[in-house]
């Protein structure tokens, strides 16, 4: 690379003599960085447009959120931030990208995506203020002026499509990330300009489609009820929802197709300051429900984002052991997903019940057992009053879940406890070890083999053991660690 971004500047001088100056300069001891800033001085040096379509191109490279795909990049390089129009013919080609950026950019051929040339580029050109100022908050402008523009309105009245323009997904996705990075007046009244006409705009299901489990969506959904103040909340737009509130008729609880309010989506995406701000104005419900009972703190919860999660407990009228349509309370869903700050800040809470079961049977510490999240199950044990035996519908314990998935860690601290029955049965007959071998999760089940009290040989409701689970699923070595323990007989009965 270096070579070759040298060779570039040798071909640059116009005259014999000067090309072997700049040989004899660069074999004095040119380095890396200082052929970084040489191509630079030269994407500048360039005329006309030349030398800010390169810098401009550097600076979305260096600063998108992910790697932008060579069409999407000539777009949004087409646009004029403020005007009403986007001219699809003033998007230049990738070659005159590419030779604008002067070797330091290259066309990832397998993902069609534009990247620099090399990882350390990026540290140069972020650390010493080289790309034009105010990155973030002029590309959030260019996707709003995007968004906003005459050809992206058309298209918010049409059918669901397919396909759209491939710039429409980046700057739908990602407007708000980088306006919150770096915030802009200007970007504020595009933002504002965008929600006056916001019902329907096609942008609305991208960023749903991005944000929310797929049971949510539905292809005819039009998302009348979505509103800017759904969308400020979910980007954590704090200014921009300060001033939304602040607007007449505008409704601080009003839900969205699924039943969001812009309170539940701000918890649920982790803006604190945006959950504050909302939490303190009037008539704001923190415990209204979407459509599938998750409340707000049930989702910042779930997400493990706990300093939405103790803004929310220091409301009286929000109940933290509030069932959602699968019957698990906030700290089951906290237990489910690892994060083991959410569930110590509400087993610190007297009203949390930790041992609450849900519709199929399941308690936190199933859940964190089944999930591997052994830092959970610990803090689950602690407390006396959590069963660590406890059944769910299907009769498995904690220790046959967490068996059943390979979880070593969490199978090692339970079998550690004097009080865990490590041969309990499930429903179907099978016992911890039994579940284990037919996954084949041979650490599992060399820990139990180490037990003297672990009875490897019970015949299940199919009439299988262990070996044999293990033989039928051809695990060669939980059959061989089987083998190995006295009195396992190999002819023992097949399912």
Known sequence: ????????????????????????????????EDAYGATLDRIRAQEGRKSGLGMTSLMWICHSERPLGTEELCQALAVEIGSTEYNANNAPSIRTVLSCCQGLVMVDEERSAVRLIH?????????????PQSPHSTIAETCLTYLNSQQVMDLSGSPVQETHPPFLEYSSLYWGA???????????????????????????????EYTLPSYYLSSTTRFHKFTGLHCASIFGLVEVVGTLTMLYGVDINGVDETGATPLLRAAMSGHEAVVQLLLGREGVDPGKPDDVARTPISWAAAKGHEA???LLLEREDVDPNELDYCGQTPISRAAEGGHEAVVKLLLGR?????????IDGGTPISWAAAKGHEAVVKLLLEREDVDPNVLDYCGQTPISRASARGHEAVVKLLLGREDVNPNKPDGN?????SRAAENGHAPVVKLFLEREDINPYIVDNYGGTPISWAAVNRHKAVVKLLLEREGVRPDSPCI
């Open 178 to 208: 980088h306006m919150k990075k770096e915030p802009s007046d200007r970007g504020k009244m595009l933002a504002l300009e965008l929600f006056s006409h916001y019902q329907c705009h096609v942008s609305i299901r991208l960023l749903l």
């Open 350 to 358: 007297e009203d949390v019940d930790p041992i609450e079961s849900d």
């Open 308 to 310: 939405v999660v103790k």
């Open 429 to 433: 007959g099978q016992t911890p070890i």
């Open 1 to 32: 690379m270096l070579a070759s971004l040298n060779l570039d500047s040798i071909l640059q001088e116009t005259t014999i003599h000067r090309r072997r100056e700049k040989l004899q300069v660069i074999t004095d001891g040119l380095g890396l």
């Open 119 to 131: 990882h350390t580029l990026q540290e140069y050109l972020t650390s010493r203020s080289s790309l």
